[in-house]
């Protein structure tokens, strides 16, 4: 099978960068994509293929690839930005995909 | 606008069935794959089943595999999620999504509300 491996938490204060990587156990490793879950509601795109910002999502998310590792950053951190961060990929040419355990962002 | 709801959750015997509708709208339906994705109460986001935009080809988590079954109904815009031999492991919110269109694009555009599915014996 295949792994993504996501810290469980991260902390910042407004207004400073967070960096949340995804970790793959192995390569190569098709797209990843990143979702944003705030309490009790559905998850919502937040970057897909890596890097690609769907519209609506605002400029300061951005994605990020260095081989095995894949970085969520989120520049000039807003309190609306606290919610749960899930990195998502595939394996054998889309027909099997997995989540990353998920990283709680807190916003101190 | 798109829109997936989904039903068909509630509480189910240990060992019972329940089958999960998820009714699609705002879009062309018959030209997506769709995917069913569960958590569990305070757990992470978990891929369940895959399923091709005409209904051919499925894929199954290990977790699932044998025991559940992904179905579409495209004259009525509607995806299942038949589930056979519950475990107390199988409780969780169950999302209806969508995947993006286009060639190796395997990542999901549009998610449901989700509908909750408790095991209990």
């Known amino acids: 099978s295949y792994e993504l491996t996501q810290p469980p938490s991260v902390s910042v204060s407004p207004g400073q960068t967070a960096r949340i990587t995804c970790s793959a156990d192995?390569?190569?490793?098709?797209?990843i994509y990143w979702y944003q879950q705030k309490a009790g509601q559905a998850p919502v795109v937040m970057i897909y293929?890596?890097?690609e910002r769907p519209s609506g999502i605002p400029e300061r998310f951005s994605g990020s690839n260095s081989g095995t590792t894949v970085t969520l950053t989120i520049s000039g951190v807003q309190a609306e930005d606290e919610a749960d961060y899930y990195c998502?990929?595939?394996?054998?040419?889309?027909?099997?995909?997995?989540f990353g355990g998920g990283t709680k962002l807190t916003v101190l | 606008e798109v829109q997936l709801v989904e039903s068909g959750g509630g509480l189910a015997q240990r060992g019972g069935s329940l089958r999960l509708s998820c009714t699609a709208s705002?879009?062309?339906?018959?030209?997506?794959?769709m995917h069913w994705v569960r958590q569990a109460p305070g757990k992470g986001l978990v891929w369940v089943a895959r399923?091709?935009?005409?209904?051919?080809?499925?894929s199954y988590a290990d977790s699932v595999r044998g025991r559940f079954t992904i179905s579409r109904d495209n004259a009525k815009n509607t995806l299942h999620l038949q589930m056979n031999s519950l475990r107390d492991e199988d409780s969780a919110v169950y999302y209806c999504?969508?995947?993006?269109?286009?060639?190796?694009?395997?990542?999901?555009?549009?998610w449901g509300q989700g509908t909750l599915v408790t095991v209990s014996s």
């Open positions: 705002g879009f062309t339906f018959n030209i997506y794959w």
């Open positions: 998502q990929s595939s394996f054998n040419s889309g027909i099997y995909w997995v």
């Open positions: 192995a390569l190569p490793h098709q797209s």
């Open positions: 399923i091709h935009k005409d209904g051919p080809y499925t």
């Open positions: 999504v969508r995947e993006y269109d286009g060639a190796g694009n395997w990542g999901i555009d549009y």
């Open positions: 293929k890596d890097t």
